[in-house]
């Protein structure tokens, strides 16, 4: 018995060792990697100074200081003699809170906003955490910009069409006004329409923080005018529209090619009205030939083709060209006509119908040999007159 516990003794006290030999190398273990990782954290640890807009004189402009060093004092320096602008958000003796400011993104990040850049801003700027530096951003060495804020005309001035300005600008987020006349009536602030004017008749459209387009759909007589549009209290030059060409709406229609049978035949029709739909017509009932590329019932596809070549400009061809083809066409665009095309009176030699060109063809042939035998009996006459005693004019007495 005592033998038998002394054996179960020996089994515990192995157990126990094997245990604990166990967890110092499960603790070696877990020191080791926690001592990798330490070196590594501090192998890769880094501070960057990123600019974040662009240079605009009277603009805000911003860069951006990141981290992955985890909690710590932030510096931001100004100048080549590294001035402190800020001590986290302690701004530096000498600056001013309304010129500069710092923002908190994350315990890792930070932003510092210049206001009203202007030409003494153009620095040396760097930022360090946790006693580790950022690179360098030396601003004499990026390009800077004027504000400016400019209008332009997207579209020909067309009478009944819509026409479009554009007005963009390089001065950030902030309202945007248009103006209408030369007193500068208020046609838009921002997307608010001015209480004179229809929306119907006007539509701003916002294509990006710095660019908008204006609409003036029906455009007319009175909207020949001065615009002019600013923002952020930064305006553009007058556009005078009262200087520029007018066009009236119109669609016309062409013949491209030849009359030529068995050929095919191409008619363009073109317009200045901008996107709307189109609208070919064949015969004196005018006949629907096509509405833009849809064929009209009791067309053949194979016959007759169309082929937009722009929003202004529509073609159509006239496949095995043949005398049922010769017909009137006209075309519209927007609800506006073009002219009529009369093929029956164009003027064009080779429109000639094949019988008619065959019944020529013979005549001629005809007249090819008739002649010269007229020719040769009248010269033979006129010999045989001459000289009456000619062997070949005598007669037999």
Same mark, same amino acid.
């Given at each position: 018995?005592?033998?038998?516990?002394?054996?179960?003794?020996?089994?515990?006290?192995?157990?126990?060792?094997?245990?604990?030999?166990?967890?110092?190398?499960?603790?070696?273990?877990?020191? +080791?990697? !926690?001592?990798?990782?330490?070196?590594? *954290?501090? =192998?890769?640890?880094? @501070?960057?100074?990123?600019? /974040?807009?662009?240079?605009?004189?009277?603009?805000?402009?911003?860069?951006?200081?990141?981290?992955?060093?985890?909690?710590?004092?932030?510096?931001?320096?100004?100048?080549?003699?590294?001035?402190?602008?800020?001590?986290?958000?302690?701004?530096?003796?000498?600056?001013?809170?309304?010129?500069?400011?710092?923002?908190?993104?994350?315990?890792?990040?930070?932003?510092?906003?210049?206001?009203?850049?202007?030409?003494?801003?153009?620095?040396?700027?760097?930022?360090?955490?946790?006693?580790?530096?950022?690179?360098?951003?030396?601003?004499?060495?990026?390009?800077?910009?004027?504000?400016?804020?400019?209008?332009?005309?997207?579209?020909?001035?067309?009478?009944?069409?819509?026409?479009?300005?554009?007005?963009?600008?390089? +001065?950030? !987020?902030?309202?945007?006004?248009?103006? *209408?006349? =030369?007193?500068?009536? @208020?046609?838009?602030?921002? /997307?608010?329409?001015?209480?004179?004017?229809?929306?119907?008749?006007?539509?701003?459209?916002?294509?990006?923080?710095?660019?908008?387009?204006?609409?003036?759909?029906?455009?007319?007589?009175?909207?020949?005018?001065?615009?002019?549009?600013?923002?952020?209290?930064?305006?553009?030059?007058?556009?005078?529209?009262?200087?520029?060409?007018?066009?009236?709406?119109?669609?016309?229609?062409?013949?491209?090619?030849?009359?030529?049978?068995?050929?095919?035949?191409?008619?363009?029709?073109?317009?200045?009205?901008?996107?709307?739909?189109?609208?070919?017509?064949?015969?004196?009932?005018?006949?629907?030939?096509?509405?833009?590329?849809?064929?009209?019932?009791?067309?053949?596809?194979?016959?007759?083709?169309?082929?937009?070549?722009?929003?202004?400009?529509?073609?159509?061809?006239?496949?095995?060209?043949?005398?049922?083809?010769?017909?009137?066409? /006209?075309?519209?665009?927007?609800?506006?006509?073009?002219?009529?095309?009369?093929?029956?009176?164009?003027?064009?030699?080779?429109?000639?119908?094949?019988?008619?060109?065959?019944?020529?063809?013979?005549?001629?042939?005809?007249?090819?040999?008739?002649?010269?035998?007229?020719?040769?009996?009248?010269?033979?006459?006129?010999?045989?007159?001459?000289?009456?005693?000619?062997?070949?004019?005598?007669?037999?007495?």
């Amino acid at each position: 018995m005592a033998v038998h516990r002394s054996k179960q003794n020996i089994q515990a006290a192995g157990y126990v060792t094997l245990i604990l030999m166990c967890l110092n190398l499960a603790l070696f273990t877990v020191q +080791t990697e !926690s001592a990798d990782i330490s070196e590594l *954290k501090h =192998l890769n640890v880094s @501070v960057n100074l990123t600019l /974040m807009t662009d240079l605009v004189f009277t603009n805000t402009v911003s860069f951006r200081c990141t981290s992955n060093n985890g909690n710590g004092t932030w510096f931001v320096f100004k100048g080549p003699s590294r001035n402190v602008l800020f001590q986290d958000k302690a701004i530096g003796s000498g600056y001013k809170e309304s010129k500069f400011t710092m923002d908190y993104f994350s315990k890792d990040s930070i932003q510092i906003s210049i206001r009203k850049f202007d030409e003494n801003d153009i620095d040396v700027y760097m930022c360090s955490h946790k006693d580790k530096s950022s690179n360098q951003l030396n601003m004499g060495t990026i390009e800077y910009h004027q504000t400016s804020v400019n209008l332009t005309l997207m579209t020909d001035l067309v009478l009944e069409n819509t026409v479009k300005l554009r007005c963009e600008s390089n +001065t950030g !987020s902030g309202t945007w006004f248009i103006y *209408k006349g =030369l007193d500068h009536d @208020v046609m838009f602030q921002d /997307m608010a329409l001015g209480s004179t004017y229809n929306q119907s008749k006007y539509k701003m459209e916002q294509i990006s923080t710095e660019t908008i387009e204006i609409e003036i759909r029906s455009f007319e007589q009175n909207d020949i005018d001065v615009y002019m549009c600013s923002h952020k209290d930064k305006s553009s030059k007058n556009l005078d529209l009262r200087n520029m060409e007018v066009y009236e709406s119109s669609v016309n229609l062409t013949l491209m090619t030849d009359l030529v049978f068995n050929n095919t035949v191409t008619l363009r029709c073109s317009s200045n009205n901008g996107y709307g739909t189109w609208f070919m017509y064949k015969g004196t009932n005018h006949s629907v030939l096509f509405q833009d590329e849809t064929i009209g019932s009791g067309y053949n596809t194979s016959k007759y083709s169309v082929d937009h070549l722009s929003q202004k400009s529509l073609e159509m061809s006239i496949n095995q060209f043949d005398i049922n083809d010769i017909d009137e066409y /006209m075309c519209s665009h927007k609800e506006k006509l073009s002219n009529l095309l009369d093929l029956r009176t164009t003027k064009n030699n080779t429109s000639e119908i094949p019988s008619e060109r065959h019944e020529t063809q013979t005549h001629v042939a005809v007249i090819a040999t008739v002649v010269p035998v007229i020719i040769i009996g009248i010269v033979v006459a006129v010999i045989c007159i001459i000289r009456k005693r000619a062997p070949g004019c005598r007669r037999e007495e």
